[in-house]
């Protein structure tokens, strides 16, 4: 396993959080960015420690595979055995799985999927490149992706779909709510710009920004401050930030309407049938595809429509 942060500043780093559930869809997004990536671009993993072993044979020069623990604050501490109780108590959600507590303030305990956002933000203020972009497991490339294709005169565009968070989406209400409150920004009623995807590129230098934003407010680690929340969505919090605290929000030309990864959410499987439905879907600025892995679509119907939307390699 390699641990080297990225420190050549680098246009563009790519980031996947992921684990042994997602394996086999992971394996299909590592084969895509090797043919898709620019030469020289590193895809950083962020893996459990107890999968370190299985993720480790991705590593090399252009992979490099962190266990959770490289990028956590030392008060947070890991705590596998609450994960495992969590898993054998019925009724407990994927979403309420205990992963670490911070023993100094050990209420809430710390959930796996709030702990998966405060590491997505670590990964990209640790690292020196211009642009990251972040893509879940069941994420493929479909087209060559360079830097500047998320970026407008050196800064990341932000992806923002405006006004379409309502009070018919709470969630979404609530993590709007968390991050202005998380700012120090006032209250404001629906509707919400949303902010939320698979395939999220953001501007490393607002990160760090952010993150020196909330330590100032707050006179604490901004790891410890995310990690005691009980509902943040970290791109909300990115957006907002951008828009409401640095000004982007009366700058179009720092929007863009849509993340270029063409996405099915659904939950239950998709089926041969309905493979051309999705890619005759697909536009032609998409550079990626997402086939939700809780959907549990069977790998051939994975390949079938990454065929069909696949362009040739980079030379």
Request: glycine share 4%; proline share 8%; net charge neutral.
């Amino acid at each position: 396993m390699s641990t080297r942060d990225a420190k050549n500043g680098d246009a563009l780093a790519i980031v996947t959080p992921t684990y042994s559930v997602d394996y086999a869809v992971f394996t299909r997004l590592r084969r895509s960015v090797e043919r898709f990536a620019p030469p020289g671009t590193i895809h950083y993993l962020i893996v459990p420690e107890e999968d370190v072993q299985l993720f480790a044979p991705f590593g090399g020069p252009s992979c490099v595979v962190w266990s959770a623990r490289e990028l956590l604050t030392a008060s947070i501490r890991l705590t596998p055995w609450l994960s495992r109780l969590s898993d054998r108590l019925p009724r407990v959600p994927p979403s309420a799985r205990v992963v670490a507590i911070e023993p100094r303030h050990p209420l809430p305990p710390i959930r796996g999927w709030i702990l998966q956002q405060v590491l997505k933000l670590a990964a990209a203020d640790r690292l020196a490149a211009a642009t990251v972009l972040v893509a879940d497991s069941d994420v493929e490339l479909i087209r060559p992706v360079r830097a500047d294709v998320f970026q407008h005169d050196g800064r990341t565009v932000l992806y923002r779909r405006d006004n379409a968070v309502t009070t018919a989406l709470p969630d979404h209400v609530r993590w709007h709510k968390a991050a202005r409150a998380l700012l120090g920004l006032p209250m404001i009623e629906p509707p919400y710009h949303d902010y939320i995807s698979g395939f999220i590129a953001v501007d490393a230098e607002v990160v760090k920004l952010l993150r020196a934003h909330l330590e100032r407010r707050h006179g604490v680690s901004w790891q410890r401050v995310l990690a005691r929340q009980l509902h943040f969505s970290e791109w909300t919090l990115y957006g907002v930030f951008a828009d409401e605290v640095l000004g982007w929000r009366d700058r179009p030309e720092l929007h863009r309407g849509r993340s270029l990864c063409h996405e099915y959410w659904g939950t239950v499987p998709m089926h041969d049938k309905e493979i051309h439905d999705f890619t005759g879907e697909c536009r032609p600025e998409d550079v990626a595809m997402m086939i939700s892995a809780k959907s549990r679509t069977a790998m051939p119907v994975r390949q079938a429509a990454w065929e069909l939307l696949a362009q040739p390699a980079i030379s």
